[in-house]
């Protein structure tokens, strides 16, 4: 099993990626987050935003898993399968659902939405999708789980795990404003999602593993993001690294094989927390506009930087990456010049390039380095040997300093605009 993962603050380009590498694999699994992730594709003119579908669903010979490790909220799901209704996709054979995956209820929206308000200026910036809350019934042993919703007391369940949402709701004196119009839908989306195949998917990817059938494992979010090592609390809940595809799947680690790292050739992030690099002049306004840095599940603006190769660094040690990949090399023709951040300086003057425990309250500066741009066009660009010699320059110097192979450079939003190397 691969394991396709973001390295930064999330929206590097997993989607399109999973989708060009989807015919080299038999299966393609999400393990961990929800419906917080926006993956985009795009091939043949269409554009197309998966929320909690894996990205190997327009690949007909693929099966998609959304395994165990994920929170899954029924109403955005049959959203999802509503709205790709016009690509004839078989879904009772191409898309199977861990019934250990935990269940997002209406009220995880409510409680997510209270605890920021609570929270002022502090805010984490969540997707307000009820991550957090549902992550937290899993490990507080509260949740339902996909499986529940088959269950001849499934409802008296869920009013067990309403009654006490509603007493820490009311503690927030949080409105429950349109509760029962978010029930009506959620329980008739609870129903459409009986009628697809709802499995131990443990089994199953552990089946196709011994018949040597490859496996893509997507991840959601990026390893900055990840609930331990991510700028907590300026997270999201769940394991976003490598070892989350073990425990969000059933996967034993040693059959781990490749792990694709994924980053942007510049740095966003959309919602509250640390960002060293950030840019908030006219040179990050430019980035924005040229890559179209808006959320693709929130349509926030992204904040947007310098690459922080300190940051890279730390997610390429914790996830053990052995190829990477660097994406929307194409936004950075608009420069000149180019700055890659590679170390940070304190206050005292001392520079360091990790990222300590006391990271947030360093007052860190990024320290650069300035490349020469490429400026120019890439379109029409097919191999590595055609780039022009300034970003040459730049995929050598990463390498070089990463240590780690870059093997894919993707120069636009198409499934075409993809080099390989
Ligand atoms: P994900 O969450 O990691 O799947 O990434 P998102 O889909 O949220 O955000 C990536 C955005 O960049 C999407 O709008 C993609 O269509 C777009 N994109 C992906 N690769 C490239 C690229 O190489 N160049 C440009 N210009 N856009 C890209
Ligand atoms: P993909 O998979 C970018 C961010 C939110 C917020 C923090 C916590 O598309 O890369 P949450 O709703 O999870 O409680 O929010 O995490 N966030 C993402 N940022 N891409 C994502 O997913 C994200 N999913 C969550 O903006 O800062
Ligand atoms: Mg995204």
Redesign the pocket.
Same mark, same amino acid.
């Given at each position: 099993m691969d394991v396709l993962l973001?390295l930064q603050w999330?929206?590097?380009?997993?989607?399109?990626i999973v989708d060009v590498l989807a015919p080299q694999y038999e299966v393609v699994a999400r393990f961990q987050g929800g419906p917080n /992730?926006?993956?985009?594709?795009?091939f043949d003119g269409i554009?197309h935003?998966l929320h909690q579908i894996p990205?190997g669903i327009f690949r007909s010979q693929i099966l998609n898993i959304i395994g165990n490790g994920v929170v899954i909220d029924p109403i955005i799901l049959k959203k999802e399968i509503d709205a790709l209704g016009k690509f004839s996709i078989d879904f009772k054979s191409n898309l199977v659902i861990s019934k250990k995956a935990t269940l997002i209820v209406p009220t995880h929206k409510l409680l997510d939405a209270a605890y920021e308000l609570s929270k002022g200026d502090k805010k984490i910036g969540s997707t307000l999708k009820g991550i957090g809350p549902t992550y937290q019934d899993k490990i507080g042993r509260a949740a339902l789980r996909i499986g529940d919703i088959l269950s001849p007391d499934f409802k008296e369940k869920y009013a067990i795990l309403l009654e006490k949402h509603k007493l820490t709701l009311s503690f927030y004196k949080h409105p429950l404003d349109n509760l029962e119009e978010m029930e009506r839908q959620f329980f008739e989306a609870v129903e459409f999602i009986k009628t697809l195949p709802l499995i131990d998917s443990e089994y199953t990817v552990n089946e196709a593993l011994a018949a040597n059938k490859r496996i893509l494992a997507e991840g /959601?979010q990026g390893s900055l993001l990840d609930i331990d090592f991510g700028s907590y609390p300026f997270v999201t809940s769940s394991t976003t690294m490598a070892a989350g595809a073990c425990t969000g799947l059933g996967v034993s680690p040693s059959k781990i094989g490749e792990v694709f790292g994924?980053f942007k050739a510049y740095c966003t992030r959309v919602g509250s927390g640390p960002f060293p690099t950030e840019l908030s002049d006219a040179t990050g306004e430019a980035m924005r506009k040229e890559?179209?840095e808006f959320?693709?599940t929130t349509g926030r603006p992204r904040r947007c930087g310098w690459l922080d190769l300190p940051a890279l660094k730390y997610s390429i040690m914790i996830n053990g990456v052995t190829q990477l990949f660097m994406?929307? /090399?194409?936004?950075l023709n608009i420069f000149e010049e180019i700055k890659v951040c590679t170390a940070y300086e304190l206050p005292s003057g001392e520079q360091i390039e990790k990222l300590p425990f006391e990271i947030n309250e360093l007052d860190a500066k990024p320290v650069y380095k300035t490349m020469k741009g490429w400026h120019c066009s890439l379109e029409g660009v097919n191999s590595y040997e055609e780039f022009p010699l300034p970003l040459k320059e730049y995929v050598s110097y990463l390498e070089q300093v990463l240590q780690v192979p870059i093997t894919l450079v993707?120069?636009?939003?198409d499934r075409t605009?993809t080099i390989l190397r």
């Open positions: 973001g999330g929206d590097e380009g997993k989607g399109k /992730a926006g993956h985009t594709l795009e554009k935003v990205s /959601a994924i890559g179209n959320g693709s994406m929307k /090399a194409d936004v993707s120069v636009g939003p605009q």
